[in-house]
Protein backbone atom coordinates (compact mmCIF):
# COMPACT_ATOMS: atom_id res chain seq x y z
CA UNK A 1 0.00 0.00 0.00
CA UNK A 2 0.53 3.39 -0.52
CA UNK A 3 3.23 4.37 2.85
CA UNK A 4 5.83 6.16 4.06
CA UNK A 5 8.28 4.48 6.89
CA UNK A 6 10.65 6.16 8.81
CA UNK A 7 13.77 4.65 10.45
CA UNK A 8 17.42 5.39 11.55
CA UNK A 9 16.37 7.20 15.18
CA UNK A 10 17.61 6.66 18.63
CA UNK A 11 19.67 7.99 21.60
CA UNK A 12 22.75 10.10 20.47
CA UNK A 13 24.83 12.28 22.34
CA UNK A 14 24.71 15.97 21.83
CA UNK A 15 27.40 17.12 19.17
CA UNK A 16 27.34 13.57 17.55
CA UNK A 17 25.67 12.90 14.07
CA UNK A 18 22.96 10.93 13.18
CA UNK A 19 21.02 9.66 9.97
CA UNK A 20 17.31 9.04 9.41
CA UNK A 21 15.89 7.22 6.18
CA UNK A 22 12.19 7.81 4.83
CA UNK A 23 11.43 4.77 2.57
CA UNK A 24 8.45 5.49 -0.17
CA UNK A 25 6.53 2.40 -1.03
CA UNK A 26 3.11 1.89 -3.61
CA UNK A 27 3.66 5.37 -5.50
CA UNK A 28 6.37 6.74 -7.61
CA UNK A 29 8.15 8.47 -5.38
CA UNK A 30 10.82 11.14 -7.86
CA UNK A 31 7.95 13.19 -8.85
CA UNK A 32 7.12 14.26 -5.44
CA UNK A 33 8.39 17.16 -3.07
CA UNK A 34 9.36 15.74 0.40
CA UNK A 35 9.41 16.90 3.50
CA UNK A 36 11.01 16.41 7.00
CA UNK A 37 8.58 17.28 10.42
CA UNK A 38 9.42 16.87 14.08
CA UNK A 39 7.85 17.36 17.07
CA UNK A 40 9.18 17.68 20.70
CA UNK A 41 7.87 15.88 23.19
CA UNK A 42 4.08 17.60 24.13
CA UNK A 43 4.62 20.49 22.03
CA UNK A 44 3.71 20.87 18.09
CA UNK A 45 4.90 20.08 14.37
CA UNK A 46 7.60 22.04 13.25
CA UNK A 47 8.89 21.96 10.00
CA UNK A 48 12.64 21.26 9.50
CA UNK A 49 13.53 20.61 5.64
CA UNK A 50 12.10 20.23 2.18
CA UNK A 51 13.69 19.08 -0.93
CA UNK A 52 11.77 20.19 -4.57
CA UNK A 53 11.16 16.29 -6.50
CA UNK A 54 14.63 16.68 -8.84
CA UNK A 55 16.83 17.91 -5.92
CA UNK A 56 16.82 21.13 -7.22
CA UNK A 57 16.13 23.56 -4.02
CA UNK A 58 16.20 22.77 -0.65
CA UNK A 59 15.16 24.62 2.40
CA UNK A 60 15.64 24.47 5.64
CA UNK A 61 14.39 26.20 9.50
CA UNK A 62 16.16 28.52 10.69
CA UNK A 63 16.92 26.38 13.82
CA UNK A 64 18.39 23.70 11.89
CA UNK A 65 20.48 25.20 8.72
CA UNK A 66 23.95 24.44 8.54
CA UNK A 67 23.47 21.35 10.41
CA UNK A 68 21.02 18.97 8.83
CA UNK A 69 21.15 18.05 5.07
CA UNK A 70 18.17 16.95 3.10
CA UNK A 71 18.72 14.59 0.36
CA UNK A 72 17.05 11.97 -1.42
CA UNK A 73 17.66 8.73 -3.86
CA UNK A 74 14.75 8.02 -6.37
CA UNK A 75 16.72 4.50 -7.41
CA UNK A 76 15.96 3.41 -3.51
CA UNK A 77 12.91 5.27 -3.26
CA UNK A 78 14.18 6.96 -0.08
CA UNK A 79 14.65 10.53 1.36
CA UNK A 80 17.24 11.45 4.25
CA UNK A 81 17.85 13.99 6.87
CA UNK A 82 21.81 13.71 7.76
CA UNK A 83 21.86 15.58 11.11
CA UNK A 84 25.20 16.98 12.56
CA UNK A 85 25.75 18.82 15.86
CA UNK A 86 22.38 17.69 17.42
CA UNK A 87 21.83 18.99 20.59
CA UNK A 88 19.43 18.54 23.11
CA UNK A 89 16.79 20.83 20.90
CA UNK A 90 16.66 18.36 18.28
CA UNK A 91 14.90 15.49 20.69
CA UNK A 92 11.62 14.83 19.28
CA UNK A 93 9.57 12.56 16.76
CA UNK A 94 10.86 13.25 13.49
CA UNK A 95 8.14 12.78 10.52
CA UNK A 96 8.76 12.74 6.59
CA UNK A 97 5.56 13.58 4.42
CA UNK A 98 4.68 13.78 0.85
CA UNK A 99 3.03 16.41 -1.02
CA UNK A 100 -0.30 16.44 -2.49
CA UNK A 101 -0.03 17.57 -5.81
CA UNK A 102 3.56 16.65 -7.77
CA UNK A 103 6.49 18.63 -8.13
CA UNK A 104 4.56 21.96 -6.54
CA UNK A 105 6.64 23.13 -3.42
CA UNK A 106 3.24 24.58 -2.13
CA UNK A 107 0.66 21.88 -2.16
CA UNK A 108 -0.85 20.55 1.03
CA UNK A 109 0.71 17.27 2.87
CA UNK A 110 -1.46 14.31 2.20
CA UNK A 111 0.67 11.39 3.24
CA UNK A 112 2.51 11.57 6.44
CA UNK A 113 4.86 8.41 7.93
CA UNK A 114 4.25 7.37 11.78
CA UNK A 115 8.10 8.92 12.81
CA UNK A 116 11.12 8.42 14.24
CA UNK A 117 11.53 9.12 17.89
CA UNK A 118 15.55 11.41 17.93
CA UNK A 119 16.63 11.35 21.89
CA UNK A 120 19.86 13.67 22.61
CA UNK A 121 21.31 12.70 25.41
CA UNK A 122 24.56 12.50 27.26
CA UNK B 1 9.59 35.09 9.77
CA UNK B 2 5.80 34.38 9.32
CA UNK B 3 3.44 34.66 12.35
CA UNK B 4 0.49 32.21 12.53
CA UNK B 5 -2.05 32.39 15.53
CA UNK B 6 -4.01 29.90 16.86
CA UNK B 7 -6.12 29.56 19.85
CA UNK B 8 -4.65 27.20 22.12
CA UNK B 9 -8.07 25.17 23.13
CA UNK B 10 -11.04 25.19 21.99
CA UNK B 11 -14.29 23.25 23.50
CA UNK B 12 -17.27 22.11 22.20
CA UNK B 13 -20.56 20.15 23.24
CA UNK B 14 -21.17 16.88 20.96
CA UNK B 15 -23.21 17.61 18.14
CA UNK B 16 -21.67 21.67 17.72
CA UNK B 17 -19.75 23.74 15.64
CA UNK B 18 -16.13 23.94 16.21
CA UNK B 19 -14.37 26.66 14.94
CA UNK B 20 -10.88 27.08 14.79
CA UNK B 21 -8.90 30.44 14.05
CA UNK B 22 -5.73 31.09 12.31
CA UNK B 23 -4.39 34.26 11.84
CA UNK B 24 -1.77 35.69 9.60
CA UNK B 25 -0.56 38.85 8.53
CA UNK B 26 -2.83 39.11 4.54
CA UNK B 27 -3.16 35.28 5.36
CA UNK B 28 -5.86 35.55 2.76
CA UNK B 29 -3.38 35.97 -0.03
CA UNK B 30 -1.72 32.19 0.74
CA UNK B 31 -3.08 29.31 0.54
CA UNK B 32 -3.84 27.57 4.17
CA UNK B 33 -4.19 23.69 4.78
CA UNK B 34 -5.16 22.39 8.01
CA UNK B 35 -4.09 19.31 9.63
CA UNK B 36 -5.86 16.82 12.13
CA UNK B 37 -3.45 14.97 14.67
CA UNK B 38 -5.23 12.26 17.19
CA UNK B 39 -2.86 11.66 20.52
CA UNK B 40 -0.04 9.38 19.40
CA UNK B 41 -0.75 9.98 15.84
CA UNK B 42 0.80 11.13 12.57
CA UNK B 43 -1.06 14.01 11.14
CA UNK B 44 -3.69 13.73 8.72
CA UNK B 45 -4.72 16.65 6.18
CA UNK B 46 -8.37 17.69 6.86
CA UNK B 47 -8.77 20.53 4.32
CA UNK B 48 -6.43 22.11 2.09
CA UNK B 49 -5.83 25.09 -0.24
CA UNK B 50 -8.49 27.10 2.29
CA UNK B 51 -11.33 24.61 1.52
CA UNK B 52 -10.95 22.11 -0.45
CA UNK B 53 -11.01 18.36 1.34
CA UNK B 54 -9.14 15.23 0.28
CA UNK B 55 -11.46 11.95 -0.25
CA UNK B 56 -12.42 10.28 2.72
CA UNK B 57 -12.80 13.70 4.84
CA UNK B 58 -16.59 13.91 5.67
CA UNK B 59 -17.97 17.01 4.86
CA UNK B 60 -18.33 18.32 8.26
CA UNK B 61 -14.98 19.67 8.29
CA UNK B 62 -14.93 23.00 6.12
CA UNK B 63 -12.56 26.28 5.87
CA UNK B 64 -12.53 29.49 4.52
CA UNK B 65 -9.86 32.29 4.14
CA UNK B 66 -10.18 35.66 4.26
CA UNK B 67 -8.10 39.24 4.77
CA UNK B 68 -5.62 38.30 7.97
CA UNK B 69 -8.05 35.10 9.34
CA UNK B 70 -8.41 31.45 8.14
CA UNK B 71 -11.10 29.39 9.63
CA UNK B 72 -11.83 25.70 10.12
CA UNK B 73 -15.07 24.42 11.39
CA UNK B 74 -16.13 20.90 12.40
CA UNK B 75 -19.92 20.61 11.99
CA UNK B 76 -21.88 17.81 14.35
CA UNK B 77 -18.89 17.32 16.17
CA UNK B 78 -17.95 13.76 17.77
CA UNK B 79 -16.41 12.70 20.42
CA UNK B 80 -13.50 11.09 17.46
CA UNK B 81 -13.24 14.92 16.82
CA UNK B 82 -11.06 15.41 19.53
CA UNK B 83 -7.42 15.95 18.78
CA UNK B 84 -4.73 18.91 17.78
CA UNK B 85 -5.67 21.18 14.78
CA UNK B 86 -3.01 22.55 13.08
CA UNK B 87 -2.86 25.00 10.10
CA UNK B 88 0.07 25.85 8.01
CA UNK B 89 1.26 28.07 4.85
CA UNK B 90 3.85 28.40 2.43
CA UNK B 91 5.62 31.90 3.53
CA UNK B 92 7.20 32.87 0.04
CA UNK B 93 9.41 35.41 1.28
CA UNK B 94 11.36 33.42 3.70
CA UNK B 95 11.13 29.68 1.84
CA UNK B 96 9.96 28.21 5.00
CA UNK B 97 6.88 26.14 5.88
CA UNK B 98 5.05 27.77 8.74
CA UNK B 99 2.24 26.32 10.94
CA UNK B 100 0.43 27.52 13.96
CA UNK B 101 0.79 26.45 17.42
CA UNK B 102 -1.74 23.61 17.58
CA UNK B 103 -5.56 24.09 18.71
CA UNK B 104 -6.64 20.94 21.03
CA UNK B 105 -10.63 20.35 20.44
CA UNK B 106 -11.61 18.88 23.50
CA UNK B 107 -15.84 17.38 22.93
CA UNK B 108 -17.19 17.97 26.84
Known amino acids: QVQLVESGGGVVQPEKSLTLSCTASGFSFSPYVMHWVRQAPGKGLEWVAVIFFDGSQKYYADSVKGRFTISKDDSRSTLYLQMNSVTVDDTGLYFC???????????????WGQGTLVTVSS | SYVLTQPPSVSVAPGQTATITCGGKNIGSKSVHWYQQRPGQAPVLVVY???DRPSGIPERFSGSNSGNTATLSIRGVEVGDEADYYCQVWDDPSSHYVFGIGTKVTVL
Open chain 1, 97 to 111: ARVREKHFYDSAWDL
Open chain 2, 49 to 51: DDK
